[in-house]
């Protein structure tokens, strides 16, 4: 048998359930992980091979427990199947990104802007397992993967060993802030003093009226955003990723490049040097053709297709009028919408912003908690203006000789836009100028437009593929 083979009475539980094993991706938390798809459009997902004997009853309560959790940046648990051989198969979620321990190789000193995108949802994350009376345990660099969209995600919930000392939520705070220390460059600043401050178990907690100071992990992910403004997470550019290809080792098994789950959160980063090689070479064609710097926290937000929300674009939801009330086309639509979420972004009007999305779509909720974290922090932006240098509808080959995207009739349209976000300012609540922020580097995304009470609407943006 294939080495990298998923074992038979495990690919036969997994094939129970409507997937098939594609390739092995290597190990994370000590345990055998393969990719798993389903469908005609490879939907996929990750499976963990738990060995008989690694099983155990505090193991299932875990994973149990695990399944009744979703957080927005926390690797997703979907169920437990028992094997024939008394073993396990773990179904989760994955995600396109690159390892924070291969980032950080890469790129040793983070801005503390950076920092606060990397921390503070984390945080958020930790304080979702804390409440559901869970702990990571082994908060590390190898437990967090950046997506190609931006977000940090936390994973390595499921391991082959618990620790044999229970750890607390406490000190999975103490962990996540010694890893964003240990990226902070060496410059003094508030958001260092913070992580500082959490890595020696010292309250960062304020109480605020009446309201005491809450749990530690979101009192960190507080403090963190109230000490700098969160800038974008900047991946490394090609060329720096295809330099690190010639010095990261070959050996071993290659797994398959990450795909993608349409309604899945993501998981999956493994410290192994064949999963790391691959990664690097899954980020070349990635970044090539997506945005370099793409903001978890803010605008320019975007959000991949495994996190979108069921039926943002279902056809029943959307309403037949004239082609008169709106753009002439999904394209022009694209570029309209665009310009007027600048605006609304600039103006701290929720209810313009509200006019470019879906509701409820990941859209909508992306720009509202952005507009809502600038307002918390007291700053608004001047001169925001995306430049839109190249937009094309997108026709999938399942189209062809269908009914036309850019007719009104039909539910949804996508298009290719081609922009960088010009230098504009970061402004106090007096007016006085915080920071000038420079040029976006050029990205290419995709819209997702869903035609809806008389008008095009944005639910969802994902990066573009080569």
Known sequence: MDPGALPPDAAAVVASVGFQPRRRLGVMGGLGRWRVASGPNESSCTALLLPAEVVSEQLDHRIEALTTVRHAHLAATYRSLPTKGG????????????????????????????????????????????????????????????????????????????????????????????????????????????????????????????????????????????????????????????????????????????????????????????RRRSTVIRALAAIAGVAVVVLALGAPAVRGTFARTPGATDPTTATSTPATSVPADPVSAARDLTRRRDAAIEDMDEGALNEVTVEGSPAREQDLTFLHRLHDAGVRLDGLVTEVTEAAEVVEAAELGGPSPSEPSAASARVLLTSRIGAHRELGPDGQVLRELPASATSRVVLDLTWTRGSWRVSAVEPARP
């Open 87 to 274: 073993g396990r198969v773990v179904l989760g979620a994955e995600v396109d990104g690159l390892g924070l321990d291969l980032l950080r190789e890469v790129r040793p000193r983070w801005e503390p802007g950076e920092v606060v995108t990397l921390v503070a949802p984390l945080a958020g994350a930790l304080a979702c397992l804390h409440r559901h009376g869970l702990v990571h345990g082994a908060l590390d660099v190898h437990a967090v993967t950046i997506a190609f969209d931006g977000r940090p995600m936390l994973e390595g919930l499921v391991r082959a060993q618990l620790p044999p000392v229970p750890p607390t939520p406490r000190a999975d705070v103490r962990a996540l802030a010694r890893l964003g220390l240990s990226l902070v460059d060496d410059a003094r600043s508030p958001v260092r003093d913070v992580l500082a401050a959490a890595a020696a178990d010292e309250p960062v907690g304020k109480a605020e009226g009446d309201r005491a100071p809450a749990d530690d992990a979101s009192d960190l992910a507080r403090a963190c955003e109230s000490a700098a403004v969160a800038l974008p997470i900047r991946l490394p550019s090609a060329e720096v990723l295809a330099a690190r290809v010639l010095s990261v080792r070959t050996e071993g098994a290659e797994p398959a490049p990450p795909g993608r789950r349409p309604v899945l959160a993501g998981a999956g980063a493994d410290p192994a040097p064949g």
